[in-house]
């Protein structure tokens, strides 16, 4: 059921409340209320009854009060109760400080009956709840970044993988032409020598020729 009951008072000055269900639920929360005046200025503290909780927030002179299930924790009903607090200073102001009993209530009874039914029923009404809807949103958000950065990394390394193909390949083309230049300039030399040995035969055999034996006795004289 959430919260049933909110209270706003400066002291023992009761300047507004909303009960959502007829119960004894003031009779109680003034007896909470003189309890909480005897603490220190400000504080958040949480009194138990029956099957009920009701949870006092002291700031600045100014008492918030509400009455929720047991089981709806503390967290959400103190984060209404600030909600509140908020909300009657920026509405009220220096007013607070003077006003008699029950000075607000024919207006803030109503904002205090729409934010218990919000904070009671609308997940987002909790700061944390909203904050937490925000970070999923924002964690499905990075997630999809990251698969789409992993995606271009698949990209990335498919280029990289044919980039260093194509500088492998390029090694391999410059040596094998090395190696064909080569081979091509000890053919080239080794056809030098052929030739130069054949020119040098046939030199020897008309030397032989005309100087009359392979000794060359006439051309020697």
């Not at 008072?9 to 007896?31: C, K, M, W, Y």
């Amino acid at each position: 059921m959430g919260i049933l009951y909110g209270m706003v008072a400066r002291g023992h000055v009761v300047l507004a409340e909303f009960s959502a269900l007829p119960t004894n639920a003031r009779d109680i929360a003034r007896q909470v209320l003189g309890r909480a005046q005897q603490g220190i200025e400000d504080s958040n503290t949480s009194y138990s009854h029956d099957r009920y909780i009701f949870h006092v927030k002291k700031t600045d002179g100014l008492t918030v009060l509400c009455m929720a299930d047991d089981a709806f924790g503390r967290r959400i009903p103190f984060a209404f109760l600030e909600d509140i607090h908020q909300k009657f200073v920026k509405t009220y102001g220096r007013a607070i400080l003077s006003a008699p009993f029950y000075a607000m209530n024919d207006e803030f009874s109503r904002i205090l009956s729409q934010e218990m039914d919000r904070y009671s029923n609308d997940a987002n009404a909790d700061t944390l709840n909203r904050l937490k809807g925000e970070m999923s949103q924002v964690r499905s958000v990075m997630i999809d970044n990251i698969e789409k950065v992993l995606e271009k990394g698949d990209r990335l390394a498919l280029l990289v993988e044919k980039t260093t193909t194509l500088q492998g390949n390029t090694v391999r083309f410059k040596r094998q032409s090395r190696r064909f230049k080569n081979a091509l300039w000890w053919r080239n030399v080794k056809l030098t020598f052929a030739l130069v040995f054949v020119l040098l035969i046939i030199i020897y055999v008309v030397l032989t020729f005309f100087c009359r034996g392979p000794l060359l006795p006439s051309c020697v004289k």
